[in-house]
C-alpha cells in the first residue's frame, strides 16, 4: 500500500516499484523478478479468482524459480495462504506470503524487514533442496504454515499466530529453521494445481440466542454445498431440538457441515460434552485443530468435484497439507 497524494487513502501500488523501494534486495545477488497482477486491487475485495491467477502464474514460472514470494494485503492473507496450500499438489518450492501493516512509503514500515526476510527464506536451500518447501506466511519474524495461521491484530506489526502448530523458522541475528516442523515431500512428483473451487459455503457463527429462522435460512441458501459451523469451545452447541432438527435437515440435503471452535486455540472434540455429542451423532464432521480460514478453503476444494458424501468426509477428516494435527 502507499499513501494516495491527495487524499492520502491507502491504495495499492504497482509491485513493478519494488526495487526503487527496497534497493537493499539488490545486494541479495539473487535473479529478482516482478510479476504484477492488473487491477491491483485491496486484498478485502479478495475473490477465488485472483487465487487461480496466482496459481497458474506459479505453475508457468515453476521450473524458472527456487521459489516465490507473493506480496499481499494482510486482511485476506490467512486465506489465500490456506488456499493455495490445497490448490497446490506437489509443491516443492517455497511460496512466501508476506505484506506489511504499516505502508511500504513510511518511514516505519514493517514491509522491508518482512519482504528481505521473506525472499531470502524463499531462497534458501540444503543440499540442492528448499529449506522450506510449502506455502507460509512471513511476518513481524515468524515464518508460518500458511494453512494454520489467521491474522490476530489490526494494529500490532506481530499481526499473524499460528495457534496450534510451532513456527517454522524464527528471524533473528539469523534465521533460525525449525526442521522438524517442515514438511518434505518424500516422492517427488510435478507440480499440479487446482483450477476448480466450490464457492457455495458459508460461514454460521453459534451465538446465545441464535434464532431459528436465522439457521433455516442459512441452510436453505440455494445451491449450498458445505458451511463451516462456528461452536463453542471443544465444538459444542445448542441442544434445543429445533437446532438439532435444522441441522439434521440440512445434512439430509447432502450439506456438508464441518465444526470448528471460536476459540483461537484448541481443538473440536464432540465427544467431550452433550451439546458437542448431538452434533457428532446428527453428522456434522469435526474440523479437529483447523483454522475458520482453512476450514471454509479446504471446503471449496474438498466440494469442488461431484462425489460421493463419503469421499469428501474422508478428505475432510484428513490431514491433505498439514491443516490439522492428525
Known sequence: MVHHPETGILAPFDFQQILEELP??????????????QPLIDSSNLTPNEWFKLARLIKEKYQQYDGFVVLHGTDTMAYTASALSFMLKNLDKPVILTGSQLPIGTLRTDGKENLISAVEIAAAQRNNQALVPEVCIFFENKLLRGNR???????????????????????GISIKYNVGAIHYNTHKKNLEICEQLNANVAILKIFPGISRNLVNSMLNIPNLKGIVLETYGAGNAPTHPWFIKEIKEGLKKNIIILNVTQCSSGSVDMSKYETGNELLKAGVISGHDITTEAALTKLMYVLRKDKNKNESIIELSSSLRGEISK
Open 149 to 171: 495461521t489467521t491474522k490476530t491484530s489490526a494494529e500490532h506489526f506481530n499481526a499473524f499466530e499460528s495457534p496450534n502448530y510451532p513456527l517454522l523458522a524464527e528471524a
Open 24 to 37: 537493499e534486495l539488490r545486494r541479495f545477488n539473487y535473479i529478482l523478478d516482478t510479476y504484477s497482477f
